[in-house]
């Protein structure tokens, strides 16, 4: 399978401060990108779509000014939490999947403390 | 209602036993269906997919699904305790949105 890595893997950051997480496809081209956070015993909760080159879809009740997402290209998007409170304290998880096929790919993961 | 059940476990067995995991879901236009493994900390890995109903087998892994009942299975056989983890459910209409299960906790003793 397609090899997806994110950057960082932990983060402990301040309250109110702003913190960015890469996502990146090392070998597949990546058109389209989903952000997930998980909380812990708890599923995958999706945050947003994105595809490349366009503005990120975002789910009910999922801020987007909140979370930033960027995919400028094929192998890079980025989530920045902005003004991170404790409440935002989670696992978030990237996977990328191309048009052409089913799989999602999902990547290691970060997980984001805030105090 | 959830769009996607699945009981979180923990489910405790032996090395050797066969494990039975299960979801249903209520969505009929669910089609795709995907088998997650999660270690502890770490993204989740694909182990299986299925498309509509029908069986599936890959090594020690078979994955069932019956659109009928609205209820897909993953067995395991020949448990090891490498296969300790979290284990999701994935259902999708049409790959642009998945649904995820909560993940069942599976522990096989040696």
């Known amino acids: 399978g397609a090899v997806v890595s994110q950057h960082p893997s932990w983060v402990i950051c301040k309250s109110g401060t702003s913190v960015k997480i890469e996502c990146r496809s090392l070998d597949f081209q990546a058109t389209t990108m989903f952000w997930y956070r998980q909380f812990p015993k708890q599923s995958l909760m999706l945050m947003a779509t994105s595809n490349e080159g366009s503005k990120a879809t975002y789910e009910q009740g999922v801020e987007k000014d909140k979370f930033l997402i960027n995919h400028a290209s094929l192998t890079l998007s980025t989530l920045t939490v902005t003004s991170a409170h404790p409440e935002d304290s989670s696992f978030y998880i990237c996977?990328?999947?191309?048009?052409?096929?089913?799989?999602?790919?999902f990547g290691p993961g970060t997980r984001l403390t805030v105090t | 209602q959830k769009e996607v059940e699945q009981d979180p476990g923990p489910l405790s067995v032996p090395e050797g036993a066969i494990v039975s995991l299960n979801c249903t879901y209520s969505?009929?236009?669910?089609?795709?269906f995907m088998w997650y493994r999660q270690y502890s900390r770490k993204g989740p890995e694909l182990l299986m997919y299925t498309y509509s109903s029908g069986n599936k087998e890959d090594g020690r892994f078979t994955a069932q699904v019956d659109k009928s009942s609205k209820y897909i299975s993953l067995f395991i056989r020949d448990s090891q305790p490498s296969d300790s983890a979290t284990y999701l459910c994935?259902?999708?209409?049409?790959?642009?949105?998945?649904?995820f299960g909560s993940g069942t906790k599976l522990n096989v003793k040696p």
């Open positions: 994935a259902m999708s209409s049409n790959f642009n949105k998945f649904y």
């Open positions: 969505n009929s236009a669910f089609q795709y």
């Open positions: 996977s990328t999947r191309d048009s052409r096929v089913y799989e999602q790919y």
